[in-house]
């Protein structure tokens, strides 16, 4: 058989009148495709900070966190003052310990003094962990005191929170043994309101979404 | 049990620590080496008596597991000095501190700590040092008044020497 009669009768190449249609068509679904892009982004951009926007949705879930970091085993050691606090009440601690420059405490009254590297068993016994203290003199990351909108800002601005990147703030709060610390408490101690899962799945959610401030 | 490798150097000595490894430091010095200086409170690390140093911080012995001490250099009241002249245990007898005495070795082994690091204390530093040593006697006036004195002691001894 002639080569070109071959050509003209495969089945891989398509009949010239098909070929147009199917172009048209590719040209209409691009039309159709770009009209829907969300308003104000771009196509070229390359890195969206946020891939599914939704400032209702980032709010409730910086609620949940919120509910969270302002429980006594994360504001405990978030004082608003230089004294830590301690219980169910939050009341300051009694011995009257200060953060210190490092948040370690001072002078006779340093945190592993008292506090080992683990808990102790029984009631009212210190709680423990290798890197109890509070946040340095510093760079107080303050709990205690803020509102939900101002704890979220103060969240997102690395002068504030420890010089910490979004990235960096998720994998503090993800795999900080001293964070994690506050799911196992002492004797007697409340775990915070949501469990750890729920808990970071709410505080990426809230980034995810807009890292939106209530 | 720790095993006989593992020793505790207390007040320069070494001892063997064949104890369990979660037994309290303090249980270990009372009542196996016989330390008595040190004494028991309350058990978990809120009053201060039980105070010993180790490599030179100011622990709770009663909450302190024999663990932790491990490799570690430990003093008690009975090695702060070697005759019973620390300039803290000068002052304490001049200006006459103790009352009933029981909290006595915790407050001196704290104020030493704190003099090693702030050698002239104000009333303000003597406060924050101090104020988890708790005194059932109420004898805090005279404390943070032989912890002054301890602090004059202590700079002339070193203007001497030098």
């Given at each position: 058989m002639h080569p070109k009669r071959i050509l003209q009768t495969s089945s891989y190449y398509p009949k010239k009148g098909v070929s147009v249609i199917l172009t048209i068509a590719a040209l209409l679904s691009m039309v159709v495709v770009f009209s829907f892009r969300p308003e104000g982004s771009s196509i070229t951009s390359k890195k969206p900070p946020f891939t599914q926007k939704d400032s209702i949705a980032s709010k409730k879930a910086f609620l949940k966190v919120y509910a969270v970091l302002m429980s006594p085993r994360c504001m405990n050691c978030h004082p608003a003052g230089d004294i830590p606090l301690q219980g169910e009440d939050s009341h300051l601690h009694l011995q009257g310990v200060k953060r210190g420059p490092d948040g370690k405490g001072i002078y006779a009254l340093k945190c592993a003094n008292c506090h080992q590297s683990h808990n102790l068993p029984g009631l009212h016994m210190p709680p423990g962990n290798p890197k109890w203290g509070l946040p340095p003199a510093n760079m107080p990351m303050v709990f205690q005191g803020r509102s939900a909108h101002q704890l979220a800002g103060q969240l997102l601005d690395k002068k504030r929170n420890g010089r910490k990147s979004i990235k960096a703030l998720i994998d503090h709060i993800t795999k900080d043994t001293l964070v994690l610390a506050g799911w196992y408490p002492a004797q007697g101690l409340a775990k915070p309101p949501l469990s750890h899962r729920e808990f970071v799945k709410a505080f990426n959610e809230w980034i995810s979404k807009g890292a939106v401030s209530p | 049990m720790i095993g006989n490798s593992q020793d505790l150097t207390i007040n320069k000595k070494k001892y063997k620590a064949d104890v369990s490894p979660d037994m309290p430091l303090l249980w270990f010095l009372r009542d196996i080496v016989g330390l008595t200086g040190t004494k028991f409170g309350c058990g978990m690390a809120q009053c201060g008596a039980c105070t010993v140093h180790l490599d030179g911080e100011a622990v709770r012995s009663c909450v302190t597991p024999v663990s932790r001490a491990i490799g570690k250099k430990i003093v008690t009241i009975e090695g702060l000095s070697e005759n019973g002249d620390h300039p803290l245990q000068q002052a304490w007898a001049e200006v006459n501190v103790p009352q009933c005495g029981y909290c006595q070795s915790g407050q001196i082994m704290s104020a030493a700590v704190l003099l090693q690091e702030k050698?002239?204390?104000?009333d303000s530093d003597i406060d924050d040092a101090?104020?988890?040593?708790?005194c059932r006697c109420g004898t805090y006036l005279r404390v943070r008044q032989a912890i002054h004195t301890a602090a004059n002691i202590q700079k002339s001894s070193v203007s001497n020497a030098s």
């Open positions: - | 050698p002239n204390p104000t101090l104020s988890g040593n708790i």
